[in-house]
């Protein structure tokens, strides 16, 4: 897949009076991994509804591999998306979730299930999910966002909660999933994990896209080597 992946246009978002997103334009291109980043309250996890049409914008349209997000639910066959905190019916067990998930996508794609293999979750698939520790209902969680082999991963702070390996093993296979083609839109706190997964960066301030552009664009336009003290650098001139 070639262009945009993600197409936002004068996109708008207020909750009340609290104005949350404000008139983001971004196109996310495909085949690479863009790291959404900014502070808390930036408008990240708002957006990113708006991207799964959870959240309606106000104003603006939003393009998701090739279709408007209006209400048609087709494009989303496309996307593997990870939440922050991974929440399933607690009284399901893992082979029970992957079931449900399974008969709610249905069976026009193939399915990948190797990281349910690293991961080594095999054995505990058989427990109720309420039994599972907080990393292993995140494993669950990672390997239901790469079972159907998406074209678009969307993936919201998607380490938080796993060991250093299970850890290592997710940005191997997040890597290997790029280099196939997949586009991968990808939040994260964690600059250090940004730095070292992410193609381009583009950083929300209030609402607002400061920056959209290669790691290489951004720390030339700051002069700083690191990609957290570039980013400290805009949210200091932004904030000035």
């Known amino acids: 897949m070639t262009g ?4 936002a246009a004068g996109v708008s978002k207020r909750f009340g009076s ?13 085949g690479r991994i863009t790291g959404l980043v900014g502070p808390n309250a930036a408008g990240k996890s708002t ?18 591999l090739g279709h408007a997000v209006n ?22 067990t893992g082979r029970e979730v992957l ?21 080594q979750l095999t054995s505990q698939l058989d427990k109720p999910v309420r039994t599972l520790s907080g990393g292993t209902r995140q494993k669950l969680s990672a390997a239901i966002a790469f079972l159907f082999k998406p074209d678009l991963l969307v993936l919201d702070e998607p380490t938080a909660g796993l060991d250093p390996v299970a850890s290592g093993i997710f940005k191997e296979e997040l ?7 997949v586009s991968v ?8 994990e940004l730095e070292e997964l992410a193609d381009d960066i583009i ?34 001139v932004d904030s000035a």
């Not at 957006?47 to 998701?64: A, E, N, S, T």
């Not at 496309?78 to 905190?85: D, E, K, V």
């Not at 700083?224 to 400290?232: D, H, I, N, T």
Request: proline letters at 4%; glycine letters at 8%; one cysteine or more.
């Open 4 to 7: 945009a992946v993600i197409s």
């Open 47 to 64: 957006f990113i509804k708006c991207v799964l049409g959870l959240v309606h914008p106000d104003q603006g349209r939003i393009d998701v």
């Open 175 to 181: 890597l290997a999933a790029r280099d196939r083609g």
């Open 18 to 30: 609290l104005e949350v997103l404000r008139a983001i334009d971004a196109a996310i291109p495909a």
């Open 71 to 92: 209400g048609d639910e087709r494009y989303r066959h496309g996307i593997g998306y990870m939440p922050q905190q991974a929440r399933f019916p607690e009284n399901l």
């Open 203 to 236: 950083l929300l301030l209030e609402g607002q896209v400061r920056f959209h552009g290669t790691q290489a664009q951004l720390t030339r336009l700051t002069g700083s080597a690191r990609l957290e003290r570039a980013v400290a650098a805009l949210m200091r």
């Open 185 to 192: 839109l990808l939040a994260s706190h964690t600059l250090g």
């Open 99 to 119: 079931a449900m998930i399974r008969d709610l996508r249905g069976a026009t794609r193939t399915q990948d299930p190797t990281l349910l293999e690293r991961f």
